[in-house]
């Protein structure tokens, strides 16, 4: 079935930029996203890209697209200590209304 | 603003109890999904809801179930809790067409002792 991967934990001093990868299976997705969750909250949509895109840039977040490799990326410039939260990829199909989620990254925003 | 909310931030049950975990969105959603959080896990589809009385299961709704009588109103049911349901349970929402944005409750989180 689909899968969806990150890495586990991302640790950035503020004020740099940081990059949080994810690699997905299914080559049939419509959308791709990225979903911010802040400690003890529910998840909220940060971005998106259609897959037919290659970059998307929404202020200080820029997404790339890399659909060969099927890699996505999120880099947030000029990380600030409110960035530290649960970031999660996820991916839709045309044929369904599920998203499939990664197993979501920790950023940790150190002064 | 749009909204979905869930009965309890958090709860404590014990083993062999029955469980009911509501979920209530405002935004006349078709589909409706309830989802386990666990670390290192990411989320899991336990099950969802595409219409009134409609459901599917998802890829772990072994001892759930779950009840859509309204249009907004999305249940998720452990009829004998165990201790391995012990979890942060999210409800999502989202219509069928554009971006498919799901929009998340808070999370109950469940402890089974």
């Known amino acids: 079935g689909e899968d969806v991967e990150q890495s586990l934990f991302l640790s950035v001093r503020e004020g740099d930029s940081s990059v949080i990868n994810c690699t997905y299976t299914?080559?049939?997705?419509?959308?791709l996203y990225w979903y911010k969750q802040e400690p003890g909250a529910g998840l909220q949509l940060l971005t998106y890209?259609?897959?037919?895109?290659d970059m998307k840039q929404d202020q200080r977040l820029t997404v790339l697209l890399n659909k060969k490799d099927k890699h996505l990326s999120l880099r947030i410039a000029d990380t600030q200590t409110g960035d530290s939260a649960i970031y999660f990829c996820?991916?839709?199909?045309?044929?369904?209304?599920?998203?499939?989620f990664g197993t979501g990254t920790r950023l940790q925003v150190f002064p | 603003d749009v909204k979905v909310t869930q009965s309890s931030r958090y709860l404590v049950k014990r083993t062999g109890e029955k469980v009911f975990l509501e979920c209530v969105q405002d935004m006349d959603h078709e589909n409706m999904f309830w989802y386990r959080q666990d670390p290192g896990l990411g989320l899991r589809l336990i099950y969802f809801s595409y219409d009134v009385k409609m459901k599917e299961k998802g890829d772990i709704p072994e001892g759930y179930s779950v009840s859509r009588e309204k249009k907004e109103r999305f249940s998720l049911i452990l009829e004998s809790a165990s201790t391995n349901q012990t979890s942060m349970y999210l409800c999502?929402?989202?219509?069928?067409?554009?971006?498919?944005?799901?929009?998340f409750g808070p999370g109950t989180r469940l402890t089974v002792l």
């Open positions: 299914d080559s049939s997705s419509t959308y």
């Open positions: 890209i259609f897959s037919n895109m």
């Open positions: 996820a991916e839709s199909s045309y044929n369904t209304d599920k998203l499939i």
């Open positions: 999502a929402s989202t219509g069928t067409s554009g971006k498919r944005e799901q929009f």
